[in-house]
T-cell receptor
Framework: DQQVKQNSPSLSVQEGRISILNCDYTNSMFDYFLWYKKYPAEGPTFLISISSIKDKNEDGRFTVFLNKSAKHLSLHIVPSQPGDSAVYFC??????????FGTGTRLQVFP | DVKVTQSSRYLVKRTGEKVFLECVQDMDHENMFWYRQDPGLGLRLIYF???????EKGDIPEGYSVSREKKERFSLILESASTNQTSMYLCATQLPSKRAEQFFGPGTRLTVL
């Protein structure tokens, strides 16, 4: 049973435009959410996080939005750059250090 | 900077072999994790450890065991490798705070023939 789902396996966006990556979850007990970025042949790297007491967190070009009623999380990248091309994983936790990861979305940013 | 290293980037083994995957970190983090990454399945937790000699099962521990004799080193053991264990294996470390991010190693691509 996949508690964290990323329903779009891939996304293609033109450089300079907005990239929106989506994540849905089923467990209403999740209280902390993270996004990781993964390049080929490298381990995932932490990008941005949000606590369930907030609905938005921003860090430079990256903004994460949380809609608890819809159990939906999204990552916005504005403006998108070719270096943003990677696989993005959302992850969630319930009061613990254990993370539950989604299946990933491959983002391609083209010139 | 946290540095997490994994013993091999690529490994090819035969069915039935015993396989050791090593992970070493230099930041004195208490928590260490082993995941496998498969297409369409994301990252799935195999085992984790909160301290030396402590281990807990993750979501898919079958066919695996772990060892943590020293704080900086966390080993994943495949007692008898099978073809369905062909995967990318990722090690991660974390400070023991429920809000702390996890730091990942570069991964080991294991192929079992």
């Amino acid at each position: 049973d996949q508690q964290v789902k990323q329903n779009s396996p891939s996304l293609s966006v033109q450089e300079g435009r907005i990239s929106i990556l989506n994540c849905d979850y089923t467990n209403s007990m999740f209280d902390y959410f993270l996004w990781y970025k993964k390049y080929p042949a490298e381990g995932p790297t932490f990008l941005i996080s949000i606590s369930s007491i907030k609905d938005k967190n921003e860090d430079g070009r990256f903004t994460v939005f949380l809609n608890k009623s819809a159990k939906h999380l999204s990552l916005h990248i504005v403006p998108s750059q070719p270096g943003d091309s990677a696989v993005y994983f959302c992850a969630a936790s319930v009061h613990t250090d254990k993370l539950i990861f989604g299946t990933g979305t491959r983002l391609q940013v083209f010139p | 900077d946290v540095k997490v290293t994994q013993s091999s980037r690529y490994l090819v083994k035969r069915t039935g072999e015993k396989v050791f995957l090593e992970c070493v970190q230099d930041m004195d983090h208490e928590n260490m994790f082993w995941y496998r990454q498969d297409p369409g399945l994301g990252l799935r937790l195999i085992y984790f450890s909160y301290d030396v000699k402590m281990k807990e099962k993750g979501d898919i521990p079958e066919g695996y065991s772990v060892s943590r004799e020293k704080k900086e080193r966390f080993s994943l053991i495949l007692e008898s490798a099978s073809t369905n264990q062909t995967s990318m294996y990722l090690c991660a470390t974390q400070l023991p705070s429920k809000r702390a991010e996890q730091f990942f190693g570069p991964g080991t691509r294991l192929t079992v023939l």
